[in-house]
């Protein structure tokens, strides 16, 4: 199994600043994902992050948007870039060994 | 696609009554994972358990349990006597074994409400 440490918990934030969040793992895993989570909604795959080459983006999200790292198997980050309030969500990364999905606690972001 | 449906957007019961969430799933794939998630107000999920393809035996839990049915795409939970801290989102999803698609769909989820 694999433990996943994810920062800031929640953070209020202006509009068209920026926001990264953190996410450390305790173990190698060979894949993680970003996922949003908007109010009452289910999750929806933003993009695997690619470990020392750019992340792979769903439909409907950029990397302008949401720039992403991954200089590690165990480290990654997302950037919410230029926020507006319809940014306001849940965002969770996740990281993947042997079929065990795991995921961060979760950043609660409201943008004002 | 891959696909996941959980038809019940709410379920409402009193304490103690047994309860099943409904979970279909499509994918073309014949190696696939499924799981189920509860997510609590604070906003993270727990895990509760993940099933290959390949087994399709029933688990229990205590009062959790699961019904793996192939053939007809379904992965339903069943809560046994619920309770008040039952109460909560309860999310199915499915990854593909495949290379290059392994990250979870998800369905929409159904809320359980377990009144006292």
């Known amino acids: 199994s694999a433990v996943i440490s994810q920062k800031p918990s929640r953070d209020i934030c202006q509009r068209g600043t920026s926001l990264t969040i953190q996410c450390q793992v305790d173990?190698?895993?060979?894949?993680m994902f970003w996922y949003r989570q908007q109010p009452g909604q289910s999750l929806t795959l933003i993009a695997t992050?690619?470990?020392?080459?750019?992340?792979?983006?769903e439909s409907g999200f950029v990397i302008d948007k949401f720039p992403i790292s991954r200089p590690n198997l165990t480290f990654s980050t997302l950037t919410v870039s230029n926020m507006s309030p319809e940014d306001s969500s849940i965002y969770l990364c996740?990281?993947?060994?042997?079929?065990?999905?795991?995921f961060g606690q979760g950043t609660r972001l409201t943008v004002v | 696609a891959q696909k996941v449906t959980q038809a019940q957007t709410e379920i409402s019961v009193v304490e103690k009554e047994d309860v099943t969430l409904d979970c279909v799933y499509e994918?073309?794939?014949?190696?696939?994972?499924l799981f189920w998630y509860k997510q609590p107000p604070s906003g993270e999920l727990v895990f509760l358990i993940r099933?290959?393809?390949?087994?399709?035996q029933n688990e229990i839990s205590g009062r959790y349990s699961w019904n793996f049915q192939k053939s007809t795409s379904s992965f339903n939970f069943t809560i046994t006597a619920s309770q008040v801290v039952d109460s909560a989102v309860y999310f199915c999803?499915?990854?593909?074994?495949?290379?290059?698609?392994?990250?979870?769909?998800f369905g929409s989820g159904t809320r359980l409400q377990v009144q006292p």
């Open positions: 996740s990281g993947q060994l042997e079929g065990e999905a795991f």
């Open positions: 099933r290959n393809s390949f087994d399709e």
């Open positions: 994918t073309r794939d014949t190696t696939y994972y």
């Open positions: 999803a499915l990854s593909e074994a495949g290379a290059g698609r392994r990250a979870l769909t």
């Open positions: 992050a690619n470990q020392g080459s750019e992340a792979t983006y």
């Open positions: 173990s190698q895993v060979t894949m």
